[in-house]
């Protein structure tokens, strides 16, 4: 009995420790996860809508780009992978503008685990009447259909 209360508490340490141990020097590390574009949204405190590219506004390149980010503890973006995109140029606006945006950091302040944040942005690209407009999801009617 006393062997099964020990693993039970061992387990519920480890559950509500916000860190993970890094094995070669015994520091603490921060957390990372995945959320969704909406979260990451909520989360924005400055945002940049990426500029329709010139060239595929005039070769009427139009659709959907998707890009992962990847989130600092101090919420500056490190990295942007485009996923997908209609055009190189397309692309290109997108990683530009998204690189610029600032999140609510996720460094522990607040009492919370501090995390590092990654998760997918989607962006749809549009032309009508010869005018490009870049579109978030909660902007089209695609969302929720």
């Known amino acids: 009995m006393a062997k099964f209360l020990l693993i039970v508490v061992a387990t519920i340490l480890l559950a509500v420790i916000p860190y993970e141990l890094n094995a070669q020097d015994a520091t603490a590390v921060p957390l990372s996860g995945t959320t969704s574009g909406a979260v990451l949204r909520s989360m924005a405190l400055k945002t940049v809508r990426p500029v329709y590219p010139q060239d595929a506004l005039r070769t009427k390149k139009t659709g959907v780009a998707v890009v992962r980010i990847h ?44 995390v590092k944040l990654s998760g997918k942005l989607v962006f749809y690209f549009e032309i009508h009447a010869g005018r490009g407009s870049v579109l978030f999801p909660s902007e089209t009617g695609y969302v929720g259909r």
């Open 71 to 114: 989130i600092s503890l101090e919420g500056t973006v490190t990295r942007v992978e485009v996923l997908q995109a209609p055009s190189a140029s397309i692309g290109n606006s997108v990683e530009g503008a998204v690189a610029q945006w600032r999140f609510r950091p996720t460094d522990g302040r607040d009492g919370e685990a501090p």
